[in-house]
């Protein structure tokens, strides 16, 4: 892997894929049309990349005939909690946008790493789930990371388009923030503001619902094992760390690690939010070897102390 084209590279995901691209001499570009994210996020290796605004549901990709990748990380993406309210939208970008994706490696014979959803499982019928659980969307982003599967899927049949598909369980990590205009307030981010803010944390539901927290940096190891190999075309691997956490209890380790004592203030369900989850990452164990590292306790302090350095100041 010489040259690696990023889209949604300047979220967070992708600036810590960036990190570990640069660190193995990679060449890299990215695209973003920064609606969920900041080329801040990329301000120490700006001299490094190759950074493009533009949007991935545009079918122009003119402007990126010079460069050649090797691999494409495709991890642009309009967020689930705004799916409801601009389904269209969302249909561009995780729709449109994937065969956009796949159009352009198909011209460049380029292999194709994509970022889906766990949640296209919809509520589980077993647990772990594993890359064998049915499907049952239960929003259009659901919906819509599922069609960018099956196109993924089936230009590696018909054209010969190397594609592995990641479904990730809730990632986290150092540059995630909260989006309101996106409606976007992921759990970790969203918290720690709230409480560093002297703002009322709201937990939807009881708070008991559980989730598979996963690290950046521990779903960059995975991408990248995708991406070297050679043997996985079309294939679906989850991304996870097999352990599930209440909402609850990220809470209280937030307060815990913040020295703060707070009461959230408890809000209906949002709709589609699933009462458990946990999945099984045996099976990209054995293809990649990838086995995550960091621990949710570990991963909230980190994040904690990014929050300190760059946001609370």
């Known amino acids: 892997m010489e040259n690696a084209l990023i889209t949604g590279g300047t979220g967070f995901v992708g600036t810590h894929l960036i990190d570990a691209l640069i660190n193995r001499g990679v060449k890299i570009a990215v695209v973003d049309d920064f609606s969920n994210s900041s080329a801040k996020n990329l301000e120490h290796v700006k001299d490094k990349v190759a950074i493009m605004k533009r949007d991935i549901s ?10 050649h990748p090797d691999v494409i990380f495709h991890l642009a993406t309009h967020p689930r909690s705004f799916s409801i309210q601009d389904p269209i939208r969302n249909l ?4 449109l946008g994937t065969l956009n994706v796949l159009e352009y490696a198909r011209k460049n014979s380029s292999k194709v790493v994509y970022t889906s959803n766990s949640g296209i499982c919809g509520e589980p019928k077993f647990f772990p789930v594993t890359e064998d659980h ?45 989006n309101p205009k996106l409606g976007w307030k992921p759990l970790i981010p969203q918290l720690v503001d709230d409480i560093k803010s002297g703002r009322t944390p709201v937990i939807n539901w009881d708070g008991e619902q559980t989730r598979d927290l996963i690290h950046a940096e521990d779903v960059v190891k995975g991408l990248i094992g995708g991406a070297e190999s050679t043997q996985y075309g079309g294939e679906m ?18 307060c815990r690690i913040s020295n703060k004592k707070v009461v959230p203030k408890y809000a209906d369900k949002l709709p589609g939010d699933l009462r458990r989850m946990v999945l099984s990452y045996d099976k990209a164990k054995k293809a990649f070897g990838f086995n995550p590292k960091i621990g949710i306790e570990e991963g909230i302090q980190r994040y904690i102390n990014w929050y300190r350095k760059y946001v609370n100041k």
């Not at 545009?58 to 005939?65: A, E, G, P, V």
């Not at 049952?136 to 230009?155: F, M, Q, S």
């Open 134 to 178: 049915p499907d049952y969307c239960k929003t259009p982003y659901d919906a819509n990371k599922l069609v960018g599967e099956n196109y993924a899927r089936i230009y590696n049949n018909i054209h010969g388009v190397y594609t592995i598909i990641f479904r990730l369980a809730t990632v986290y990590g150092e540059r995630q923030k909260s």
């Open 237 to 254: 691997f989850l991304l996870s760390t097999n352990i599930e956490t209440s909402v609850n209890k990220v809470f209280e380790m937030i």
């Open 58 to 67: 545009d079918t122009d990709w003119s402007f990126l005939n010079s460069f």
């Open 92 to 95: 561009q970008v995780n729709a």
